[in-house]
Every structure is written in structure tokens, then in C-alpha cells.
């Protein structure tokens, strides 16, 4: 018995180095461009090129595309206006790279040093290695992580600073005291890879241990009604948040929902409601299964969101009493920049700390035993292949390259903090993809 | 006491059984093993791991590619789904490629990746389910440039795409005037509804010559049957092939109006080529309780079909959904819009076909002003039909079918209509829709890319709207 678990450890020891020597040689181009990587959200390039930055700390400098994907529009059809360098600030500029997470007065203050946070990603629907190397990660950066909806793991208890508890429709796991440990809490009324139709684990993934803090039953698959039961109108939404803020008066609330064509007006009554942040997930993002139909098709994507809210709550008078994370597909430093010139004040990121962690975007999340790099699985085998303490310093090493991308930024276009970078889509410029121009610009470029 | 009656409300489904392919597909990907090197990997792994064996012989795919006893020697690549485990792993001794035969399934407009997700469909019943969020282009031409809505907090809910709730996917084809008259005794008079309602929006379109066999006639109109929708037949094979009853809508047109004498049953809707008054008064006259549908180009003036007399239209563009250089998208919210302005839009069932080939070209497709999709190409992908060339042109297209056999045939068809229905609810539920009947033409339901990109890009610089 000893000697075959013995076997089985050393079987799991063996993959896990030879996937991490994959990971430092393939963004060598030692070995080219693997032919079946990739896609047009992300290519094969900013896979390794984030695979490049979670090893190293910084981006390639080996010709390895990091900024942009070829969609052919949104992000990657923007580029910045950067100065002349005779007007860029000096390197040696302290550039700041800050941002509050509550801009109403009288509520806790809470400000994070770097503009974005790790979106919600579930116990079921990635390991509880992942969560806690994510978790590890936000304490690091004094940032945060959010629990998705699958409950609040034990061993996430001693990061709890930094872990924002969501609540969604399906309540899974949301007990009493995972709102009273959060700094934050999250409502879930929607998320960009599937707006309108509520979570889906399936049955595969719900195993005794999911289905145990998800107070479910093993193995059956588990679907998040949609909308909250509880809630048809701003003024139940009001009651949401009174509740949470009954139970946890410091906590921050922050109201996760996607982009549907009134989008303006959710976030207007949001905001009314005693939210403090808005985090708007556009509908090219997401970790999890999706019905493929619901992910191109339903809501618009984020690019598109975030100048129709940021100036419509300008116009209403309240753009700086709220704060706006953007999710659904925010892929590099660049696209993070990019989010906050059209009007978020930061970001939140799902796949990309996936792919930091390993993922190819093969997509096969929910086939089988679930991932096979053991990111998106509960597979007790595959899940042993992601060492939390090993994942943490993986996502601190982007966070690092991603922070000094965003600083550089800032310096080539004069700003002295991310915060002047908000809304201001006037520092950005239109490319047609094929433009000769596309990108040369840019930082990193020459 | 009377026991209660057996209810007689049977709630619509369409029934789904796996129905594997018939044709066997080439795998999506290739496994290319460099043998001397995996030789030479195993011995050093020997020697590393001192003749520990399962550990030795542990190897990275969770598929079963290697599953063989002889491992990489032999990989199975059809069991290959492209994660890419092995070749992160060991990156000297595997790769893996997408297979290029299969990158040659379908056409320009109907690409390998439509023809993946149509034969799942058709093979299993279920709404494609993918993890890792969208992978495409931003946007582009045609439905790409179109988006559709969601609400964050009305229902009906996904509850109802899961059972508890109820969302109609019917609609009513056929003649609705304006307004009911009545006679002093309350009695209405003059024209009277006349209306078929389907269980989907969508039927079955009349394939193109070089494919209209017995078996695929036959295969079509009892998968329309079983499904509750009507399948579309030229009147002469339907005559020939004794093909009748009511999911069956004879095609009649200039070459074949001579059949129609010979037409011995009462269809419920007869469809014309073209517009032709004494042809239409004709067709009145013989079948008088049929519904009389003409079918015309896409472009066609539907408000002087209708002044004309033309009730039902179903605008036809060609396989790739163009008509005259313009995309259906554009020329059915051109009917729609046309009828709407003059106040006659509900006198008309409007149906159209052309270029609808994925699930969502359906709930597009009616926001655009549609009330019915005939469908054509993904039908006979479903049946694992192979196009010769560019299938575009409805009277040139080469299309050939594998050996179909019909009880197979028929499930792949149900199959798919029950995973477009299911895909369909999905949609309706996540806008808060009860019924698809709503749905038609609510543009206010749907965004588009150029709309959005200029409110959103106005202050940037560089961007132009016609860009």
C-alpha cells in the first residue's frame, strides 16, 4: 500500500517537473510556436508570453507578441497615444499604480496597490490549490481573490483579508460567517461567459467534496438558477445589500453583473442601491462551462460597456462616489490600461491567472476528469499538479510584470497615477488590424 | 365519483438518442511521435526512476492517446482533444497539429468549426458546452456583428429552459387580417384567420437538385413530422415519392405546375416559385383551405406582395445568405421595417432562408424581423453530407450524403432541432422572454457592433465609423 502510493506520488512529482520545464522552455521559440495553441483571444504568443512573465517577472523580450490578441477589434484594435519622449516622464518618476476600492464617504477605505483583483472562480470549478495559490498571491500584493460560488474553503480562512465571499443565485456555500470574514462581498446577478443563464457545474465535477461545501449532493450536476429569486427591482436589490450589510457592517459590496444593452442604468441603480463597486463582466471573459451559444452571442462585450457607464454616471454626478471593475476578457497589462482609459477604475482577471498557471485554453475544463493541467478539476490526482505555494509566485511574478507594464504606460503617456488614467479614451487611438502602425507604439516596442 | 380525466395537455419536447456518425471523421488533431527520441526518454527515465515502472511508463495524457502498450509508438489520435499535456511535457519528442483534412470540412461560409458544432449537435442532442470563455473574432460581418440582450433581474427565468417554468417556442404561419368583422348577429365575417402553428421557428427548406433522393426526401419530411414543423418538397419528387401529410409543403413552380393536377391530398401549406397572380388565384381555387406561401427573392417588395395578396412570403437568399451583394441580415430587417412603417406586419408571415447555420443565426435571424427560418445547409451537415466546392448557389450546389438510412437520419434531424430548440430557450430565457413569438423583430433586444463601437469609440482617436 505504501509502496504504491509511494508510486503514485512519484508518478505526480514526474509530471509536475516536466510540465514546469515545459513552461520555462516553450517561450524559449526554441521549439517554435506550438501549431494547435491558441486562438484569436489568445493567440499562442500571449499564452507563453504570460507563461514568459509568470517564470520571469517580466515580458519577453524575444519578439513574443504580450500585449495583444488578434480578435481584430476591442482591445486589440486600441492602442495608446503616447508623448513625444521629451514630454514622457523619466523613468526614475515615481509613477503610482493605486486605487481605491470605496469612494463613499463614511465606509471602510480600502485601496489596493495594484488596479485589479482575481475574479470569482469556484471550489468545483478550479482545485482548492488553485484558490489558495490565488489566495496566497492577493495577500502577497495586498490585493484580493474572490471565493466564485462554491463556498469558502478552510484553508482559505487564514487569507480571509483578502478574499472577497460571493454570493450568487444558487446561495452554494454562503453561510453567516464566510460574509462576516470578507472585507468584501460580492453579489453575483450575472457573469459575462454565460449573461442571463446562471452557473453550471456539472456533475462530473461535483465531488463529495464540492458537493459537501456546496451542501449538495455528490455528482449531480449543480445549474444557479437565474435571476436571484429575491430580487426584481432596485429596491430588492437595496435589500441584498441591506442584509449582507446587516450581517457584516464594514463589509464593502461590490455587485458583479453583465452587459446587457441598459447596462448604464443597472449601474446607475446599483450604485443607488449602496453599492460600492460595480464590476461589469463583458461577455468574452469567463472561466467556466458555457453554453458556446451564450458566450459569443448574448451581451456586449466589455470595450464596448465601459464608456457607455463611465460617462452616463458622470452625467448623473456620481462617477466618483462608485468604483467600476472590468472582467470579460482582460488578458494583458495593455488591455488593463486600455479598460481603465475607457472608464473602469481597474480590473478584474480570471483566465489570465489561469493561463499564468499553466492553462493552453484547450478548453476541455469539464471533460472527463476535468482539466488536465489541474487548474479547472477537483481530480484529486490532477489537482496535486499545481503546487499552491508554486501557483502563488507564479501570479506574483505577472503581477510584477504587469504592474511595471502599467507604469511604463503611464509614464509614456505623463501620468503620475492611475487614477488620472481613468476615462480618459482621448489617450487612446483606433488601429484597423493590418494598420502598419498596429501596436508600434507601443511600450515594448524597438 | 368520476375519476378525473386524463389530462390532455402533453407538454412539447423533442425526444434526443445518441446517433453516432455514420462517416467516420478525421481526428482534429495529429500526433506527431518522434520515435527515437520517446525511445531514448523512456531509457533515461529508467535509469532516473531505477526501473520504477509505473512511474516510467506513467504518461501525460488523461485521454488515452497513449494508451496503447506500446504508448507514444502508436498514438491513438482520435482520442485527442487538442490539450496540448504531452507536447508542454516533452516538447522534443511530441507535437500535435490540427489535422488539415479536417480544416477542408464545409465551405467558406459554413467553416470546419460550424461543421464540428452541427455534428455534435446532430450526434448527441445537447447544447455544446465549452469551458475557457470565447475564442473568436470581436466581432465582423454578417450575425458576428450582432449581439443579443440579456436582463439582469426579469423573468422568466433559466428555470424555465430547466423544467419549471414555460417558454413557448411556438409560432403561427399563415393569413392574419388586421381585424375581425362581424355580421349583426356577431357572427365574423370576411377573411378569417388561417394559421398553422408550429412547435419551432424553424423549417426544413428543399435541398438543392443534386441532392433531392428518395431517402433524404423521405428522412426530411418524418423528421418534420416527428418534430412538428413542415419540410418543404418539390412537388413533383412529392408526387413521385408519395411523400404527403401534413409536415409536407409541395413546391410548385413554372417547370412543375403540370403536377399539381396530380396532387391527391390536402396539403396544410403549398409553396410557389415566385409571384404570379393567375398562378396564386389558381392555387386559391384548387386548394382553397391550404395556406399559400410565395416564395420570392429576399430582396423582393413585400408590401406590393401583400397589396398584391400574398399572405405568407418566404424570402429566399443563397446558401451563404446573400442576395445581390447584401447579407439577409440587412434585407429581412428591410421586409420587416418596410411592413411595419406601412402598419401591416402582423397581415404577413414573413419565413427566410439563406446563410442560417448555427443556432444562433435563428434568434438573430427573427430579431430581424423574421417569423420562421427555413433551414438548408446545417440540415444536411447534420446528415453528414460533404459539399463539392462552394456550397452557395441553391440550383448549382454539389452536395453528396454518405448511405443514409432513415431511422438514423431522422434522429440526427431531432436531434438537432432539439439542441437548436434548447440553445434557443437559452436565449429567450437569459432576455426574459416567455415566448418566441415576442421575440420578432425587437430590435431593441439586440445591439450592433457598428452602433456600439461608435458611441463607444467616438472620443478615440483614429476611429471611424465606416472603418
Known amino acids: ?12 512529482r514526474k509530471h509536475e517537473e516536466a510540465l514546469h520545464q515545459g513552461y520555462q522552455r516553450w517561450p524559449t521559440l526554441d521549439f517554435g510556436l506550438p501549431p494547435a495553441m491558441g486562438d484569436d483571444r489568445w493567440p499562442a504568443e500571449l499564452i507563453l508570453a504570460t507563461w514568459f512573465q509568470a517564470e520571469t ?13 488578434r480578435s481584430g477589434g476591442g482591445f486589440d484594435a486600441l492602442d495608446f497615444r503616447f508623448l513625444p519622449p521629451e514630454q514622457q516622464l523619466a523613468a526614475s518618476e515615481p509613477v503610482d499604480t493605486v486605487i481605491p476600492l470605496n469612494r463613499r464617504p463614511g465606509d471602510r477605505a480600502i485601496e489596493i496597490p495594484i488596479p485589479w483583483y482575481g475574479g470569482g472562480m469556484s471550489f468545483g470549478s478550479v482545485s482548492e490549490q488553485i484558490m489558495l495559490a490565488r489566495a496566497k498571491a492577493a495577500r502577497e500584493w495586498r490585493t484580493f481573490t474572490s471565493t466564485g460560488e462554491g463556498g469558502y474553503p478552510e484553508s482559505l480562512v487564514p487569507y480571509r483579508d483578502h478574499v472577497i465571499t460571493q454570493i450568487a443565485t444558487g446561495m452554494f456555500g454562503v453561510r453567516e460567517e464566510t460574509i462576516q470574514w470578507a472585507p468584501i462581498v460580492e453579489f453575483k446577478y450575472a457573469q459575462g461567459a454565460k449573461p442571463g443563464l446562471g452557473g453550471h457545474l456539472l456533475g462530473d465535477k461535483a465531488t463529495v467534496a464540492v458537493a459537501r461545501m456546496r451542501e449538495s449532493v455528490p455528482w449531480v450536476s449543480l445549474f444557479s438558477p437565474f435571476p436571484f429569486h429575491s430580487v426584481y427591482s432596485v429596491e430588492d436589490h437595496k435589500k441584498h445589500i441591506d442584509w449582507v450589510r446587516t ?39 469567463g472561466t467556466g462551462a458555457a453554453p458556446e451559444i451564450a458566450k459569443k452571442n448574448i451581451a456586449m462585450p466589455i470595450e464596448l460597456a465601459l464608456p457607455r457607464v463611465h460617462r452616463f454616471l458622470a452625467q448623473e454626478g456620481i462617477r466618483d462616489e462608485v468604483v467600476i471593475m472590468a472582467s470579460g476578457g482582460i488578458r494583458t ?7 481603465i482609459a475607457l472608464g473602469a477604475d481597474g480590473c478584474v482577471l480570471g483566465t489570465t491567472e489561469l493561463v499564468a498557471l499553466g492553462c493552453t485554453r484547450c478548453g476541455n ?10 487548474l479547472t478539476t477537483t481530480d484529486p490526482e490532477l489537482s496535486q499538479l499545481v503546487d499552491p505555494d508554486w501557483g502563488a509566485e507564479r501570479l506574483s511574478r505577472l503581477y510584477a510584470s504587469f504592474q511595471a507594464q502599467l507604469r511604463d504606460i503611464l509614464r509614456r503617456l505623463g501620468l503620475r497615477s492611475v487614477r488620472e488614467l481613468r476615462g480618459r479614451a482621448d489617450l487612446l487611438v483606433y488601429r484597423k488590424p493590418g494598420d502598419p502602425d498596429e501596436q508600434a507604439d507601443s511600450i515594448g516596442s524597438g | 365519483m368520476v375519476a378525473d380525466r386524463q389530462p390532455r395537455y402533453r407538454r412539447y419536447r423533442i425526444e434526443i438518442r445518441p446517433a453516432p456518425d455514420l462517416v467516420r471523421l478525421p481526428p482534429r488533431f495529429r500526433v506527431e511521435v518522434k520515435k527515437h527520441r520517446l525511445i531514448s526518454l523512456v531509457l533515461k527515465e529508467l535509469i532516473h526512476y531505477r526501473a520504477n515502472l509505473p512511474v516510467v511508463l506513467s504518461r501525460p495524457c488523461v485521454y488515452g492517446v497513449f494508451s496503447r502498450p506500446i504508448g507514444g509508438l502508436a498514438p491513438k489520435e482520435e482520442l485527442c482533444v487538442g490539450c496540448l499535456r504531452c507536447t508542454v511535457q516533452y516538447p522534443e519528442v511530441v507535437q500535435i497539429y490540427p489535422n488539415p483534412e479536417r480544416e477542408r470540412l464545409g465551405d467558406s461560409y459554413l467553416g470546419p468549426a460550424c461543421v464540428d458544432t452541427l ?3 446532430a450526434r448527441t442532442g445537447h447544447v455544446p458546452v465549452r469551458g475557457a470563455g470565447y475564442r473568436g473574432p470581436f466581432g465582423g460581418a454578417g450575425w458576428d456583428g450582432m449581439w443579443t440582450d440579456m436582463s439582469e433581474i426579469v423573468r422568466p427565468t433559466r428555470d424555465g429552459i430547466h423544467g419549471r417554468e414555460f417558454i413557448s417556442t411556438a409560432v403561427d404561419i399563415g393569413e392574419k387580417p388586421a381585424l375581425l368583422a362581424f355580421d349583426e348577429q356577431g357572427q365574423p365575417v370576411g377573411t378569417l384567420p388561417k394559421v398553422i402553428t408550429l412547435q419551432v421557428p424553424f423549417l426544413f427548406d428543399r435541398p438543392p437538385p443534386s441532392a433531392r433522393s428518395r431517402r433524404l426526401l423521405e428522412i426530411l419530411t418524418r423528421a418534420a413530422r416527428e418534430i412538428d414543423t413542415l419540410a418543404m418538397v418539390p412537388i413533383d419528387l412529392a408526387i413521385r415519392f408519395e411523400l404527403a401529410g401534413p409536415s409536407v409543403v409541395p413546391v410548385v413552380g413554372e417547370e412543375t405546375w403540370r403536377w399539381l393536377g396530380q396532387l391527391n391530398w390536402l396539403p396544410r401549406m403549398i409553396a410557389l416559385e415566385g409571384w404570379d397572380r393567375e398562378r396564386v388565384a389558381e392555387l386559391r381555387r384548387r386548394l382553397p383551405e391550404s395556406i399559400h406561401c410565395a416564395r420570392v427573392p429576399m430582396e423582393s417588395d413585400v408590401l406590393e406582395l401583400l397589396r398584391q395578396g400574398a399572405r405568407v412570403v418566404h424570402l429566399t437568399a443563397d446558401y451563404h445568405g446573400r442576395r445581390n451583394g447584401r447579407f439577409v441580415m440587412d434585407l429581412i430587417r428591410q421586409a420587416h421595417q418596410r411592413l411595419v412603417d406601412a402598419g401591416v406586419r402582423e397581415e404577413v408571415t414573413l419565413i427566410g432562408s439563406g446563410g442560417i447555420v448555427m443556432a444562433e443565426h435563428v434568434p438573430k435571424a427573427i430579431i430581424c424581423g423574421l417569423d420562421a427560418v427555413a433551414l ?8 453528414q453530407a460533404r ?28 436531434n438537432l432541432a432539439a439542441s437548436w430548440r434548447d440553445q434557443l430557450l437559452e436565449v429567450l430565457g437569459a432576455m426574459g422572454l416567455r415566448e418566441v413569438r415576442r421575440l420578432r423583430g425587437e430590435l431593441g433586444r439586440c445591439m450592433w457592433q457598428a452602433e456600439l463601437e461608435r458611441e463607444a469609440f467616438a472620443e478615440v482617436a483614429g476611429y471611424c465609423a465606416d472603418a
Not at chain 1, 457592517?249 to 443597472?266: G, Q, R
Not at chain 1, 497589462?333 to 479598460?339: H, R
Not at chain 2, 438548408?376 to 446528415?383: K, R, Y
Open chain 2, 376 to 383: 438548408d445547409t446545417a440540415l444536411w451537415v447534420a446528415l
Open chain 2, 119 to 121: 455534428l455534435y449537435e
Open chain 2, 387 to 414: 459539399f463539392a466546392g462552394e456550397c452557395r448557389d441553391p440550383e448549382t450546389a454539389l452536395v453528396s450524403f454518405p448511405r443514409l438510412e432513415p431511422a438514423w437520419g431522422v434522429q440526427r434531424l431531432k
Open chain 1, 247 to 285: 450581517i457584516n457592517p464594514d463589509a464593502l459590496v461590490s455587485v458583479k453583473v453583465s452587459t446587457p444593452t441598459d447596462i448604464d442604468m443597472v449601474a446607475v441603480g446599483s450604485y443607488y442601491a449602496g453599492a460600492h463597486i460595480i464590476h461589469i463582466d463583458g461577455g468574452y471573459g
Open chain 1, 1 to 12: 500500500m505504501l509502496t504504491r502510493r509511494a508510486s503514485e506520488q512519484s508518478i505526480i
Open chain 1, 333 to 339: 497589462a495593455n488591455d488593463i490600461a486600455k479598460a
Open chain 1, 57 to 69: 517577472g517580466r515580458p519577453p523580450a524575444n519578439g513574443l507578441e504580450y500585449r495583444v490578441g
Open chain 1, 365 to 374: 475544463c469539464e471533460r472527463g476528469r476535468g482539466c488536465p493541467f489541474g
